[in-house]
């Protein structure tokens, strides 16, 4: 008999890639504009740029229609269907989505060489110092900055973090980088999904545990 277990999780919009919902010192780092949704501020945004709606119901500059790249890879429903979603929500601000579905064997090569517009990814953390991946994932020159956007001022925020010594010192200093970052809205969060796991039933003291280790010494068969 299998067993489905849940990892701990807090359903809601997530606005920070260091720190989860239920961490201490956690903030919710995106910019204001960008925590709710607005079609009408889109839209004039888009007018103001020079952009008019034409008869297919999508904006046109210079008769080429605005149209972005949505690269997923494989064909799960729930990554298939956030595809969707996304491409209707964004044709109601009157942006045409070209959906690029791609094979899961694609996806490092298609990131290492940013060969996307759009593009859905996570980013697992195992440690609760998060603040110290602040210049891993922002650093204008970090490998690991797959968005390739980045500036000045966020490269000299992002070292901060780790000279200092006092945790919740550092995790502020992380929220004051992070939300620099988010500005220039290379990467937008999302939120942090439950993971699932099956287990044979009887397996003693093994389950969500956040960022502490499981000993395997442990973890054992109830008699």
């Known amino acids: ?13 997530l606005g920070n890639r260091t720190r989860v919902v239920y961490q201490e010192g956690y903030e919710n780092n995106l910019p204001a504009e960008s925590k709710k949704v607005d079609v009408k501020g889109a839209k004039a945004t888009l007018e103001k740029a020079g952009y008019k709606m034409g008869k297919d119901g999508y904006y046109e500059k210079d008769g ?18 956030m ?25 490092a090569d ?3 060489k940013g060969d996307f517009e759009i593009l859905p990814m996570a980013w697992q953390s195992s440690s ?16 690991s900055n797959y968005t390739f956007v980045g500036s000045e001022e966020v490269d000299k925020l992002a070292k901060v973090p780790g000279t200092i010594e006092d945790q919740l010192e550092a995790v502020k200093a992380a929220n004051k980088a992070e ?3 988010l500005k220039l809205f290379g990467t937008v969060p999302l939120d942090t999904p439950p993971s699932f796991y099956a287990v044979t039933k ?3 003291n093994w389950g969500p545990s956040g960022f502490q280790t499981v000993l395997p010494e442990n973890v054992g068969w109830q008699k």
């Open 110 to 112: 298609t990131v290492a």
């Open 64 to 81: 080429k229609t605005l149209q972005i790249r949505y690269t997923y890879f494989g064909d799960a429903a729930m990554v298939t269907n």
């Open 179 to 181: 939300k620099a970052a």
């Open 128 to 143: 609760p110092y998060g603040q110290l991946n602040i210049s891993q994932l922002y650093g204008s020159k970090s490998e």
């Open 202 to 204: 009887g397996l003693a």
């Open 1 to 13: 008999m299998l067993v489905v277990r849940k990892t701990v999780c807090a359903r809601k919009t």
């Open 83 to 107: 595809a969707k979603a996304i491409s209707q929500m964004m044709k109601a601000a009157g942006i045409k989505i070209k959906l690029d579905n791609r094979d899961d064997a694609k996806f």
